[in-house]
């Protein structure tokens, strides 16, 4: 009798592809596998596709805006439409500053006037003009020949300039020696200049002062009326006057006088021009008069 031999649980292949078909073949014998888990409902898997898919878009698209196309960060907020500012005026310019007295300003004024710019020169002006005619100062210091000139040379802008030096007594002397005489428009400083001898000498000795005075009379206002006669009386007043030939017979500038003071003229101007009307009237005697004279003493025997 044979001996009862155990049944050996081995495997009938050998290679690995076939190894897991054998260990995984289910015997009929062997109970059950559990079942598998129930599926998702079609609602939730729906969802859950349609987000899936949504953010994946959503993050497509948006990662592909970004690097084709920046869009701004700023938050998006109201635009209103302010009005604008009202327009203020600019604003005034600084004003000039003054040299702290006559002398300093004096010096400043000729160094500009002598080597300055165009513009340099009508700042001296300027700065003149605000300085002196205002308020002209009585007692000045004697002011540098070279500014005179500079100043005479400017004489149709700076004709008040001018009168306001001529204030101080000495002052007009170097106005005279800078030829300030033949400046006929600046007639309120010409006048000034007849006060000082050599003022007087150098209007009586120029050919057309009378004329010119006298023309003023007819043309200008009280003041340059004022001026005129004032000038007129020194031409014809004192009595180197008396002793030479004037440049115009007194009957003629009398004439001029009495016109000129029918009009507008100021008081001072028809005191003037009443002092001016003897002393032409005195000349006219005394023109008359020599003559006469003259030919009586011929007359009489030796």
Not at 95 to 120: A, C, I, K, R, V
Request: hydrophobic share 35%.
């Amino acid at each position: 009798m044979k001996p009862h031999q155990p049944k050996l649980k081995t495997q009938l292949f050998s290679c690995g592809f076939f190894r897991h078909c054998a260990q995984t073949v289910l015997s009929p014998t062997a109970p059950p596998p559990p079942p598998p888990p129930p599926p998702l409902p079609p609602h939730n898997l729906r969802n859950s596709c349609e987000s899936s898919t949504s953010s994946s878009s959503s993050a497509t698209s948006q990662s592909f805006t970004q690097w084709r196309f920046s869009l701004p960060t700023t938050p998006s907020t109201t635009t209103t439409t302010t009005p604008p500012p009202p327009q203020q005026p600019p604003p005034t310019p600084p004003p000039l500053l003054l040299p702290n007295n006559l002398e300093e300003l004096f010096h400043l004024s000729e160094l500009q006037l002598t080597t300055g710019s165009e513009s340099d020169r009508a700042a001296a002006i300027h700065l003149l003009e605000r300085s002196l005619v205002p308020n002209p100062p009585q007692d000045q210091p004697p002011c540098p020949p070279a500014l005179l000139r500079h100043v005479i040379r400017h004489l149709t802008a700076t004709t008040k300039i001018l009168f306001a030096l001529c204030l101080s007594p000495s002052n007009r002397r170097l106005a005279v020696e800078a030829g300030a005489v033949a400046a006929i428009r600046a007639l309120a400083a010409l006048e000034l200049m007849c006060t000082v001898a050599e003022g007087a000498e150098a209007v009586r000795a120029h050919a057309l002062a009378v004329p010119v005075m006298v023309t003023m009379m007819g043309r200008t206002g009280a003041r340059g009326k004022e001026y005129a006669i004032g000038v007129l009386a020194v031409v014809y007043g004192g009595s180197a006057a008396a002793e030479r030939e004037t440049a115009a017979p007194p009957e003629e500038v009398a004439r001029a006088v009495e016109l000129a003071l029918q009009g507008e003229c100021s008081a001072r101007g028809r005191r003037k021009g009443s002092q001016l009307l003897k002393t032409l009237q005195l000349l006219s005697d005394s023109n008359y008069e020599s003559p006469h004279s003259h030919i009586n003493n011929e007359d009489q025997p030796t």
